[in-house]
Structure formats: C-alpha cells, structure tokens
C-alpha cells in the first residue's frame, strides 16, 4: 500500500496567517491527491482534489499544490472556522490511503 | 444533494457479526460508486472497501478482506457492509462516502455519511 505522511502533526497561528501543511507519498501517485477537512464529531469534508483543484462551495483561501509525492494544503488567511483536522488521501491505487491528519488549532 | 444515512451500528462481542446499512438519496444511485471508510476513537480515517455501480467489483482493505464483504441493493438505493469475526480493532465509526473523482482505479469522496459507531467489545 501507498504510506501517506502528514505534518506538521499540529499545528497552531492566529486568525489572518498563512498556513501550510504537507503530505507526502511513499510512491509517485501523479496528481491523484484529494485534502479534507474534519470537525470533532463531524464527518470529513472534501476540501481539495487531484492535487490543486478546489471543490465547489469551498473558500478560495484554500489551496493545493505539488505532483508526484509531495504536496501542500495553503490557507492564506487563516479563520476561526478553519479550526479542524486536515487529511490527505491518495487514489492511485486501488487501495485509497489517508494521512494520519494535521491538527490546526487557533491561538 | 446527496445524503447517506447510515445504521447499524451497536455493540458486539469479538467474534460476532454485524451488517451496517447506507441509505442513499438524491441523484441516482445506480451511477454512484461507494464506499465504506471508518475512524477509530481519536485516530485517523482508514478506507475499509468500495463497490462498483453494478455490484459486481469489490475491493477490501487487508485489514477486513476475508471477513467484510460490501453488497448493494440499487432498487432500494442502498449499501451494505456485512461484518463478521469481529475484533477489537474494528471499534470505529463507519462512514458511508460516495466516490468524486477518479483516477481510474479509485477516487475520493465527496459525499459522507454521519457515520455509525460499532463497538466491538466483550
């Protein structure tokens, strides 16, 4: 199976900072990479696909970037709402694998 | 808009069986590939299976293969995930995700279920 691996594992900044996390696979997965994000008890949310392009509905302070086995989510300017888990996810096998998570917290 | 519903979920001891539910509505089923995915207290999300839109291919992480088998029923817009020899370790909230975008092999989710808890304890 294709290792995913996040990090930061958590990370914290205040309202109104870029942030950047990083995922990278254990094999080149081409642009085959999605990012979500998750609120306590909530189910995950499709944030980013195939690396770069963002999901309908989804504020344009996110975005993706990177190919082959390293990729990054920005947040340009970071709000309360942003406080959440963020996850990686390849699927360019038939086996779909997730990173263990990126925690972002507020100060 | 899409909406999953799962149920199912409850308490069982190891060894025991369980069969979870995802009732599908919105859109048209029959064209929707799914899939199960599910996140153990406090940890990360771990892909468990996906089926085509036929039901005729299915595909099971190794951590479920030989125990789990994912069916649907497309004349009543629902999926299913028939769990035997259940073990500690498949304590999770199962969530329910239709497939977005692939690449061909597989793709990621762009609609979720709620999720259902199974706890599999003695």
């Known amino acids: 199976d294709i290792q995913m691996t996040q990090s930061p594992s958590t990370l914290s900044a205040s309202v109104g900072d870029r942030v950047t996390m990083t995922c990278r696979a254990s094999q080149r997965i081409s642009n085959w990479l999605a990012w979500y994000q998750q609120k306590p008890g909530k189910a995950p949310k499709l944030l980013i696909y195939?690396?770069?392009s963002l999901e309908s509905g989804v504020p344009s302070r996110f975005s993706g970037s990177g190919s082959g086995t390293e990729f990054t989510l920005t947040i340009t300017s970071l709000q309360p709402d942003d406080s959440a888990t963020y996850y990686c996810?390849?699927?360019?096998?038939?086996?779909?694998?997730f990173g263990q998570g990126t925690k972002v917290e507020i100060k | 808009e899409v909406q999953l519903l799962e149920s199912g979920g409850g308490l069982v001891q190891p060894g025991g069986s369980l069969r979870l539910s995802c009732g599908v509505s919105g859109g048209t089923f029959n064209n929707y590939v799914i899939a199960w995915v599910r996140q153990a207290p406090g940890k990360g999300l771990e892909w468990v299976s996906t089926i085509n839109t036929g039901g005729d291919s299915t595909h099971y992480a190794d951590s479920v293969k030989g125990r789990f088998t994912i069916s649907r029923d497309n004349s009543k817009n629902t999926l299913y995930l028939q769990m035997n020899s259940l073990r500690a370790e498949d304590t999770a909230v199962y969530y329910c995700?239709?497939?977005?975008?692939?690449?061909?092999?597989?793709?990621?989710?762009?609609?979720w279920g709620q999720g259902t808890l199974v706890t599999v304890s003695s």
């Open positions: 995700a239709k497939e977005g975008h692939s690449s061909g092999d597989c793709g990621n989710f762009d609609y």
């Open positions: 996810q390849q699927y360019n096998s038939y086996s779909p694998t």
């Open positions: 195939e690396a770069s």
